[in-house]
């Protein structure tokens, strides 16, 4: 890719993003967002534009300076940040990594068989983490030193209210649990609402938090991971309290979740409120057509479908870029990003170039 790319320089605006994400009017430019950057793009990202030859290693907040330093150079108004030190174990298993910018440990996924929690005795020995005694030194740090134009998004190990019951148990013990022992699962259900309840409100001790961000996927393809009924009782009550949290301290709740959730949609907007939804996969629902249906009850994020990103020439990404802009855009409630996140078996090229063309834009 050509350096000189990114000719068009563009300022972090926290304010204008959290009203773009809010629905108040149409933005005076394309805002940014992604659920995360993986380390070997941020990698590639450093020592193609030499953005950290600034910084010293030796620097205690090294890590900081070049988290920041990345999302403004991309051109993100934000840096995503939780508390430290929250863990909940899993069993993981491990395979190769196939990726363009290999992941030298391998890649990891879940046990869908079976996971830490499948008994009461091992809900009553499992290490639930505590969010009192989880640090904030990560948002301490950029509470005093994130720039006046950048803001914080609560996020980051949040709000996996489906993910961990399914995690936790693996999902096939969960699918038999779900007839068999109910009880468990709604023990596990309640004990991450309290966890994340308080990891909600030391977020919002922050006035630099501007928004908070619950990941959580819910479906796959065609469907909900559990049925309508089940996801209500489980897993929605733990999305609508995060929203009542942020919203009394009036912050917006934007969740990533994957997977076809029509089903449950009317839930999410009207019930849970929440104010921005993220995740889309063209072979579900393209965002276009998502948000000519919902965007005047819920702001879109992203959209920018993760195969076709991975496989598209640079005329068709900038194609397709200037067409969901021009779709989505005017009638405000959108931000530019990729369907998922920046894994790193997109073509770092083809990444750059969505953020090139997103920032030429214009009405």
Excluded at 126 to 131: N, Q, S
Aim: proline share 4%; glycine share 8%.
């Amino acid at each position: 890719m050509n350096n000189s790319y990114f000719s068009v320089q563009i300022k972090p605006d926290w304010e204008g993003f959290v009203n773009c994400i809010r629905r108040e009017g149409r933005p005076d430019r394309v805002h940014f967002i992604e659920l995360f950057l993986d380390e070997e793009i941020k990698i590639a990202i450093c020592q193609r534009f030499n953005i950290i030859d600034h910084l010293s290693f030796s620097d205690p907040a090294f890590q900081y300076k070049r988290e920041m330093a990345i999302q403004r150079f991309l051109g993100y108004d934000y840096v995503r940040c939780g508390l430290d030190d929250f863990v909940l174990p899993l069993d993981r298993l491990v395979t190769a990594d196939t990726a363009g910018i290999e992941r030298k440990d391998g890649r990891a996924y879940i046990n869908e068989h079976t996971g830490p929690i499948t008994n009461w005795e091992e809900f009553e020995k499992y290490p639930w983490p505590d969010a009192d005694k989880s640090g904030t030194r990560s948002l301490e740090w950029y509470q005093e030193n994130l720039p006046d134009d950048m803001c914080i998004i609560g996020s980051g190990g949040f709000a996996h209210f489906a993910e961990y019951i399914n995690w936790l148990m693996g999902f096939e013990t969960l699918c038999f649990a779900l007839f068999e022992n109910r009880e468990l699962v709604s023990a596990i259900s309640k004990r991450l609402i309290e966890i994340y309840e308080k990891s909600v409100k030391k977020f919002l001790e922050f006035d630099r938090v501007k928004l908070t961000w619950g990941s959580d996927d819910m479906g796959f393809k065609t469907s909900l991971m559990i049925s309508p009924e089940d996801t209500r009782e489980f897993i929605l009550p733990g999305h609508k309290l995060m929203a009542e949290i942020s919203h009394n301290a009036g912050r917006p709740y934007m969740l990533h979740s994957c997977g076809q959730l029509e089903l449950i949609m009317d839930d999410l907007i009207d019930d849970i409120g929440i104010d921005a939804r993220h995740s889309f996969e063209d072979n579900i629902e393209d965002v276009v057509t998502a948000h000519k249906k919902y965007g005047h009850r819920v702001a879109h994020l992203g959209g920018i479908d993760m195969d076709f990103i991975c496989r598209a020439t640079e005329s068709e990404i900038r194609e397709r870029v200037r067409y969901t802009l021009r779709e989505c855009m005017p009638s405000g409630g959108y931000c530019l990003g990729t369907g998922n996140s920046v894994a790193n078996y997109i073509p770092l090229d083809n990444y750059l170039v969505m953020l090139d063309e997103g920032r030429k834009f214009s009405l």
